[in-house]
């Protein structure tokens, strides 16, 4: 086992260590010196044998049962999205052949046709939500949304793209989870460990924040922006997977018709929009 990533076990300490004795209905005699549950209190409520849970820390028991890890996620108050996670790093938790070395991301070229020409801000995010295509209308949305940048990096290391996000915790929060539920249990991929060790030498709070193990799909759902230039959009984001593709995903900015942020996208989308095609450009026809 020596050398191989301890996925399972890493995941539930970390969980562990953010449920409080009284969230999980235990008397706080004395002081504790650890945070969150100690071990053994993790395994009586999960009903195993405290030696076998520290075997499943550890990662020197990479085989348990269903029942077992639906018996953790209960006494880690784990969601759906974090349960379904556990189960998947326990299916994935026996050794792995070498990875070969990752093939280069390539967009169908339907999908880099219908990205160009939709009238709403869009883009495809690869696996580890590295930009891989993007149309006009999302650059000028953000300049950082365009191919060959990263959105992880870009949200936690250029405070111009930070300033962009009123609610920049939340988001930065959102996306790191994100990226979790994205790699599953891929983090030994050389790209994936690229990116992490950047990340967490660069970014004090990405550390923090990857080390905490959440996990949570990348939903749609209202995204606040701050442009400099047309001002507050609340946009909704819809997240679609691409067939034939390994992780690659379709993402789509909208604002809800006949709102203030409908008419500032109109607005942003005017000014992209190249001064030969624009309607005052075109004139009257000939009578």
């Known amino acids: 086992m020596t050398g191989e990533p301890n996925l399972l076990g890493d995941y539930v300490r970390a969980r562990r260590e953010l449920v409080t004795p009284d969230q999980a209905g235990i008397p706080v005699l004395g ?34 049962s269903v029942q077992v890890l639906e018996s953790l996620a209960r ?15 326990g299916a994935a938790a026996t050794p792995r052949r070498r990875r070969r070395r990752p093939r280069k991301e390539t967009v169908p070229a339907g999908i880099a046709q219908l990205v160009a020409t939709l009238p709403l801000p869009a883009l495809v995010e690869g696996r580890c939500f590295d930009v891989l295509a993007a149309n006009a209308l999302a650059t000028a949305l953000s300049p950082r949304l365009t191919p060959g940048a990263n959105r992880l990096r870009s949200i936690f290391l ?9 609610d920049w915790e939340n988001a930065a929060l959102g996306m ?3 990226f979790r539920e ?6 030994d991929d050389p790209r994936v460990i690229e990116l992490v060790g950047e990340l967490s030498l660069a970014s004090p709070r990405f550390s923090r924040l990857w080390a905490r193990h959440d996990v949570a799909l990348c939903e749609g759902g209202p995204k606040r922006i701050d442009h400099p230039q047309v001002g507050a959009l609340r946009l909704n984001r819809e997240r679609l997977g691409i067939d034939g593709t390994t992780g690659q995903t379709l993402v789509i900015y909208h604002p809800d018709p006949g709102t203030d942020s409908a008419d500032r996208l109109a607005l942003l989308a005017a000014a992209i929009q190249p001064a030969a095609t624009r309607p005052e450009a075109i004139g009257p026809e000939p009578a």
């Open 182 to 187: 994205s790699v599953g249990a891929g983090t």
């Open 176 to 178: 790191v989870a994100g």
């Open 158 to 166: 250029d405070p111009a793209e930070q300033d962009l996000h009123p």
């Open 75 to 89: 006494v880690l108050r784990l969601d759906d999205d974090a349960t379904a996670y556990l189960l998947n790093l």
């Open 31 to 64: 002081v504790r010196r650890v945070p969150g549950l100690r071990r053994e209190e993790v395994a009586m409520l999960a009903g195993i044998s405290a030696d076998y849970y520290l075997r499943l820390e550890q990662g020197r028991d990479r085989n348990p």
